[in-house]
């Protein structure tokens, strides 16, 4: 099999780069062993119609990463236009964010069908193309429109919203038409594979038969596949993070106090307004806190270009202000405000530096910060882990103390109760979420939905034999047993 991913982020192959968003880290490990050709955009975009579109082509691990410089005309209808000012705040059941143009529609629409025509580059005989995200929702059927019978699948790492939600999407119609394309469409939850079948159900009137639904381009499985980290190489990673200096500066600074972290993109689905309100009003109200625990909050900086980021910067810059001028000491600083990236290797050590992790999204996919945050933690004296109920990942990681992001005043008592909790009760979490992470591993997410996408083409073509290499990463099978369907 050659396999083909795509996605518009992609990483390169040093593990110490800091890397905007969950996708491209998750998926660098797993691509580099399988083999995979991984496409992405360059971040460069060209005016002209190139005869060759991709920019680079290097090796990585066995496979190799291809780099298109997108077209400059469609790139900023396409990315800060419709995938980040249209999609992105519907996925996140942000209606009221939606702000886009038909000429956004269309931009979206040429990337689409321009990474299509860049991947034919890669088509042989037993190819097998994997798309990422919300960035490409049309690749599927622009592939096919290129005459592709190949199998095609699909993976949302956004959470899918409820059917009134996506109806404010322009054009949602012919969007989600487009998407059953795909043989294959993963969801990171029940709840998003349910919203959306409910979409199909009620707004094109579709019908389904148990996970699949009928269409003009045929058959769609559309099945649930929660994305895993590599628990036991984060936990190393951590140990191995003690003495690098950045983490060694952090822990004496630190003088015996308490630590909290939060690690996000500068996104307004992260809930950082909310949480920095909750370190207020829980130093408000239990002001034997103050000095005894400090706020260390990592906000990487995030598609600067359009206003409501802009926006979402200032405001959180100033409320930090606040909070710090309110609660600080001369000799004490009650919120660390860091507006940059780090990479995964140091970050593993200021995960294990914090008695507390912080991850309260309004909304989120997964949110692979809160899996890291628990398997770089100390066995034998492990922090806590203070999680949104709106992020994926509270699925799995049910024994975190989860709360509702809006609830400033429940949360302020979540993180009090956090840095209180008794040493048993902590492992007691601790080691139940970790079995978990180490049950359902990103090997295993990889290898489960490359599998099910190659079952899925032998359903269609009616028991026809396809030939599966014998490469060690899809062939492995999952712990859990095998796919999960719904
Ligand atoms: O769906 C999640 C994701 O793909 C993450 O990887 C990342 O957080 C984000 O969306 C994309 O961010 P960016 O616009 O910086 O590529």
């Known amino acids: 099999m050659n396999l083909v991913v795509v996605s518009n982020r992609v990483a390169h192959g040093k593990a110490n780069e800091p890397m905007t968003g969950g996708l491209a880290a998750a998926l660098l490990p797993v691509v580099e062993k399988s083999g995979a050709i991984w496409v992405g955009s360059s971040g460069r975009v060209r005016d002209r119609m190139q005869k060759e579109p991709f920019a680079e082509i290097e090796a990585l691990g066995s496979g190799a990463l291809a780099l298109l410089d997108l077209p400059a005309a469609h790139y900023g209808g396409f990315y800060e236009g419709f995938a980040n000012s ?230 959180v810059a100033k409320l930090v202000g606040e909070v710090n001028g309110r609660h600080g000491e001369v000799d004490w600083t009650p919120i660390r405000y860091l507006n940059k990236g780090f990479g995964q290797a140091v970050l593993a050590g200021l995960y294990r530096a914090a008695e507390v992790g912080v991850v309260t999204p309004l909304q989120d996919g997964m949110n692979l910060v809160a899996k890291e945050y628990v398997a770089a933690q100390n066995p034998a004296d492990p922090g806590v882990l203070v999680l949104s109920k709106f992020a994926g990942a509270a699925n799995e990681l049910d024994t975190a103390l989860l709360v509702n992001p809006h609830d400033i005043e429940g949360m302020a008592n979540a993180i009090a109760l956090a840095l209180a909790m008794p040493l048993a009760e902590r492992r007691m979490r601790y080691e139940a979420m970790m079995r978990k992470l180490r049950g359902h591993t990103i090997q295993h997410w990889f290898a489960e939905f490359v599998e099910a996408l190659q079952a899925c083409r032998i359903d269609r073509s009616a028991g026809a034999l396809v030939r599966i290499g014998a490469t060690p990463l899809w062939s492995m099978r999952s712990a859990r047993g095998g796919v999960r369907f719904r």
């Open 86 to 315: 249209a999609l992105w705040p519907a996925l996140h059941s942000r209606s009221d964010l939606i702000r886009v143009s038909q000429n956004d529609y269309r931009s979206y629409r040429e990337v689409n069908a321009f990474v299509a025509r860049a991947l034919l580059r890669f088509l042989k005989k037993e190819t097998v193309f994997w798309v990422q995200d919300y960035h490409f929702l049309a690749l599927g059927a622009e592939l096919r429109e290129l005459g592709v019978t190949e199998p095609i699948g699909f993976f949302l790492h956004t959470p899918w919203p409820g059917r009134g939600i996506f109806e404010c999407v322009l054009r949602h119609r012919e969007l989600a038409e487009a998407m059953l394309a795909y043989d294959l469409i993963g969801f990171q939850t029940e709840e998003d594979c349910q919203n959306f079948i409910d979409y199909l159900r009620s707004v094109p009137g579709l019908k389904l038969n148990d996970d699949i639904v009928f269409s003009r381009h045929g058959r769609t499985r559309l099945a649930v596949f929660p994305i895993g980290i590599d628990a036991e190489k984060f936990a190393s990673a951590a140990t191995k993070a003690l003495t690098h200096p950045d983490v060694s500066r952090l822990r004496r600074s630190l003088n015996g106090e308490k630590l909290a972290i939060g690690v996000d993109r500068l996104d307004y689905s992260k809930g950082l307004i909310n949480r920095i309100s909750a370190f207020d009003r829980m130093w408000t109200q239990e002001p034997a806190l103050l000095r005894t625990v400090s706020l260390l909050q990592i906000a990487t900086p995030s598609r600067g270009a359009i206003e409501v980021y802009g926006k979402l910067q200032s405001d």
